[in-house]
């Protein structure tokens, strides 16, 4: 339990300058639009952060050292596959979305795009599309109140109960007044804080141990399986760490940041800043797990927490390496990092709930100012289904976060590329490639079938059923083709 008083100090004043941005950005809220998608007023530096911010939560500061941490270097593959499938994403899917969003009346959340890609008048696709989102962001939702949990239970002494809630409630307080904006200034200032942290604490301790040479020296000497990059992995394994990279396409919270942006233009910009602050972070991550199981095991009387848990590595070096005004800072940038994708996913399934059910099915006529209560009604519900689903002690953010991540790749990913770059593509096509992604991913993870992560067969399953699905069904109006044609002129412009 920390009960040095500047490491509080410091603590709270984070919490109060998140709160002082929410109520900024309450004041900038009019309307559904700004709630929800921030006007589309977003620049190429507020875009790249706020959407490394919303993707990098708890796991890369908490879940990430932690199993580089236990397993040594071979953890590193996640990384790879994350860092090409976030490049992907941006050069190819990122500008397109933009401009094909503005297209289809200017949709607002992801249901509502497919809804209006594919003429989906009776509101079926948007319909299964929210239901989608919103089982699979309550479990993220719920690894990121975990992630908060920890954090408030190692710094305060809490039972992991009152940790729980406290957290919660600290991401909530934000987003239920500030909206869409709130959450992308506030992911800015935290992605700069997480950038920060993960780029001075493997520093410090190195120069602890000595020095990166001494490091892998003393690993060779004591567990050199921890610099084998195979380390304990075989064929499946390897490829199914990988795959995560495929996730990038079908992530509601970050595609929103593209739909966000001010214009096409800003892009490039935008996957240039965002590519460097996730390559340094990610490696940052990796030399906390890496250099601190070094440290602890040069020092096995400071060990006991990080061999209770190996999550909070992270939480332990930055305590006793850092004098504590620093390390108030340090350990500010775990909630940052849980708050940011926190606050954006528990913002998309507001949306889902106020935009693509509630004023599609029943108020149609709604006012804009219902609209927006209604959205902050919704997140408050969400957050206490997270909380509850939260509520195991025995909950690790990693697996959690794998789960959902899988969900939506398989889900949404094969239908978001081709929906894009194929113009044959229908609704029909769509609702099969959402349901067969999501189903077989469900089924996949009971079974576990070859060891092999979920989103592949939920990935390759749901290509293959928006593909041969379209093929038999009723080729698209000319309105859709039309307006197909139109994002590829307005592109090449």
């Not at 490829?239 to 942006?261: D, E, N």
């Amino acid at each position: 339990m920390i009960t040095n008083t500047p490491t509080i100090i410091t603590f709270v004043i984070y919490l109060f300058a998140m709160m002082a941005i929410g109520w900024i950005g309450y004041r900038a809220t009019n309307n559904l639009s700004d709630y929800i998608l921030g006007g589309r007023s977003l620049g190429s530096f507020v875009t790249a952060l706020s959407a490394g911010a919303s993707d990098m939560s708890g796991w890369l500061l908490m879940g990430l050292p932690g199993a580089v941490f236990l397993n040594g270097i071979s953890e590193a593959w996640i990384a790879v596959g994350l860092v090409i499938g976030a490049w992907l994403n941006w050069t190819f899917v990122a500008g397109r979305l933009r401009v094909y969003t503005e297209k289809c009346a200017n949709a607002l959340t992801l249901p509502e795009y497919f809804s209006r890609r594919f003429e989906d008048n009776n509101n079926v696709l948007r319909m299964v599309t929210a239901i989608v989102i919103l089982v699979f962001f309550t479990m993220y939702c719920a690894s990121g109140v975990v992630a908060g949990a920890r954090l408030f239970e190692n710094m305060f002494g809490f039972s992991y109960q009152t940790a729980l809630w406290i957290g919660a409630l600290a991401t909530i307080a934000y987003v239920l007044i500030g909206g869409f904006l709130a959450v992308s200034w506030t992911d800015t200032v935290q992605a700069s804080l997480m950038f920060t942290a993960l780029l001075m604490v493997p520093l410090m301790v190195i120069y602890h141990n000595d020095g990166v040479s001494s490091s892998i020296a003393y690993v060779e000497s004591i567990k050199p399986a921890a610099l084998n990059l195979v380390n304990h992995l075989d064929f499946i394994a390897i490829i199914s760490l990988l795959a995560w990279g495929l996730g990038y396409f079908g992530q509601p919270h970050i595609l929103v940041r593209f739909m966000a942006v001010d214009s096409v233009k800003s892009i490039p910009a935008a996957r240039r800043i965002s590519m460097t602050w996730m390559i340094i972070c990610l490696i940052g991550a990796i030399s906390v797990g890496f250099f601190g199981m070094v440290y602890y095991s040069i020092n096995p009387s400071l060990s006991a927490a990080v061999n209770n848990n190996a999550e909070t590595v992270f939480i332990e070096l930055s305590k006793q390496l850092f004098n504590p005004w620093l390390a108030g800072v340090f350990l500010a940038a775990i909630l940052a990092a849980v708050m940011s994708t926190l606050s954006c996913q528990l913002l998309v399934c507001s949306s889902a709930l106020t935009e693509d059910i509630y004023k599609t099915f029943f108020r149609k006529q709604a006012s804009q100012r219902e609209l927006v209560w209604i959205g902050r009604a919704m997140v408050l519900l969400i957050a206490i289904v997270a909380i509850i689903l939260a509520l195991d002690p025995e909950s690790k953010v990693l697996k959690m976060v794998s789960y959902a991540w899988a969900g939506f790749g398989a889900a949404f990913g094969p239908v978001i590329i081709l929906s894009l770059f194929w113009s044959r593509m229908n609704k029909n096509g769509a609702l099969a490639g959402i349901i067969i992604g999501a189903l077989a991913v469900l089924i996949w993870k009971q079974y576990a079938w070859f060891g092999l992560y979920e989103i592949i067969p939920g990935f390759l399953f749901s290509s293959i059923a928006v593909i041969i699905v379209s093929l038999l069904s009723k080729a698209p109006s000319t309105q859709m083709l039309l307006t197909h044609q139109q994002v590829s002129i307005e592109l090449n412009k």
